[in-house]
Nanobody, 114 residues
Framework: QVQLVESGGGLVQPGGSLRLSCVASGLIFRFFNMGWYRQAPGKERELVATILRSGRTNYTDSVKGRFTISRDNAKNAMYLQMNSLTPEDTALYYC????????WGQGTPVTVSS
């Protein structure tokens, strides 16, 4: 059974940083492409960042230069380092994995507020 478990969300002040983690189980992690989505209240789910099994990354324009996606295949883990956070980054953040069947984590909330 494939499971993705996110952690690391929380409340942070504008300009602060958070590091989200997504740990996968039930499959050979390194073979698959992964990424992060987010969904803010009242908005559609938005693709934030992707990381291919090759390590190639891509970001939505609003987070370029502030967020960094990475993966550690030995730990079956993916990360999203988020810096210079703004209130517009407030959302529920989900990790996903394409096997190619898409699996989702349960989401971790990020709130950016003073």
């Amino acid at each position: 059974q494939v499971q993705l478990v996110e952690s690391g969300g929380g409340l942070v002040q504008p300009g602060g940083s958070l590091r989200l983690s997504c740990v996968a189980s039930g499959l050979i992690f390194r073979f698959f492409n992964m990424g992060w989505y987010r969904q803010a209240p009242g908005k559609e789910r938005e693709l934030v960042a992707t990381i291919l099994r090759s390590g190639r990354t891509n970001y939505t324009d609003s987070v370029k230069g502030r967020f960094t996606i990475s993966r550690d295949n030995a730990k079956n883990a993916m990360y999203l380092q988020m810096n210079s956070l703004t209130p517009e980054d407030t959302a529920l953040y989900y990790c996903y994995l394409d096997s190619p069947l898409r699996y989702w984590g349960q989401g971790t909330p990020v709130t950016v507020s003073s």
